[in-house]
């Protein structure tokens, strides 16, 4: 692992950890670069569910939010601008007055910028580039600026009025791709229906106003922000919500249909791998002659991925720059030398 930009400052003597009490990383980044921080004072707040594992897994303690004051903050700056203002803020409100807080990006997720923001609303106590970005870092004041207390609103709505939140995808109207699949998808659905990578809830919402035959639906969302908002959104009582990794999860019964409009990307850079490993985690946990619904951008090559794990598979519609494709009857994962795989045992 390369040394981050906080282990840089510390062993250049720039900055200083209390000695002292707890230190919070929001975002916390997995792995983790613990080589200067004190493990045992360490809470790594983080409430993306893959990292959120990886980190446990790790051994570090784990939190969706702070608990208590903190003496320090470590915030990992996100991509979005305004998840980014909020998570300052929100590190700012869980760390005692006079603490320490530490703010770090990179160049290309507008650290720079956010830095510019904070000159005129705290003092700093220092900066400093290092791999293509930078961190810097302040004393708490109290009491917390009017302007960021504004910050931590994270609340947003979206064209139609849906709750939504700073930061999460398609946080300003529904996703196109989910527009397009919801009105293709069959009024026989089946009884019971997964919806993988469910974001705010739009399309969980949309099968269920429209089908009182499905019995139940389990929404699966990995960012916990998104999965909250679907709360708020969907309030049939058929609705289960997890918070979870959709390419591990499996519900407690194998479903009739799932329905997905899988990410294709975690960084800049697409990475069709990862609606890949959405299509293999349907295949996994379907009935045996349940069905998927995928919605992807019609340059996504996830045909021949479908091909390897269903029996049957049909582009139902290509319009807008995106594709519909269907694929019934699952086949069970195939080894290296072509022999079948046994499935993972289910969970709720």
């Known amino acids: 692992m390369k040394p981050s930009r906080w282990t840089h400052a510390l062993e250049a003597g720039a900055l200083e950890l ?36 990886a980190l446990a ?28 203002r909020a998570l300052v803020a929100e590190a700012m409100a ?13 160049k290309t997720d507008g650290i720079e910028a956010l830095e510019r923001e904070l000159r005129g609303l705290v003092t700093l106590g220092g900066s400093m580039a290092k791999a293509h970005g930078r961190i810097f870092w302040f004393q708490n004041p109290a009491p917390m600026p009017e302007a960021l207390i504004a910050w931590r609103d994270r609340e947003r709505r979206a064209a139609d009025g849906s709750v939504t939140a700073a930061g999460i995808f398609s946080a300003d109207a529904p996703d196109r791709g989910s527009v397009l699949l919801a009105a293709a998808l069959p009024e026989k659905l089946g009884r019971r229906v997964v919806d993988l990578g469910a974001g705010w809830g739009y399309l969980a919402r949309e099968i269920l106003a429209a089908r009182p035959r499905v019995e139940a639906l389990d929404l699966v969302e990995a960012d916990l922000d998104a999965l909250d908002a679907a709360r708020r959104n969907v309030t049939d ?11 591990t999860f499996r519900p407690d019964q194998a479903p009739d249909a799932v329905v997905m409009n899988p990410p294709f990307h975690e ?17 996994d946990m379907l009935a045996p002659s349940g069905s998927l619904w995928l919605v992807a951008n019609r340059h996504l090559p996830y045909e021949a991925t479908l091909s390897s794990r ?20 699952p086949k069970a994962a195939t080894s290296a030398r072509g022999r079948p795989l046994k499935r993972r045992k289910r969970h709720a």
């Open 18 to 53: 209390p000695e002292d009490g707890p230190i919070g990383v929001f975002n916390a980044p997995a792995p983790l670069d613990t080589a200067r921080l004190p493990a045992d004072a360490l809470v790594c707040i983080q409430r993306f569910r893959p990292t959120h594992d």
């Open 57 to 84: 897994a790790a051994g570090l303690r784990t939190a969706t939010a702070a608990e208590g004051l903190l003496e320090a903050a470590i915030v990992v700056v996100p991509r979005a601008r305004e998840a980014a």
């Open 94 to 106: 869980a760390t005692r007055p006079g603490g320490l807080v530490i703010v770090d990006g990179a």
């Open 237 to 247: 009582a058929r609705a289960r919500f997890h918070w979870a990794d959709a390419t």
């Open 267 to 283: 960084s800049r850079r697409a990475d069709p791998s990862l609606g890949k490993a959405f299509i293999a985690a349907a295949a």
């Open 310 to 329: 269903f029996q049957r598979v049909n582009e139902v519609l290509a319009r807008d720059g995106f594709k519909i494709l269907h694929a019934t009857r």
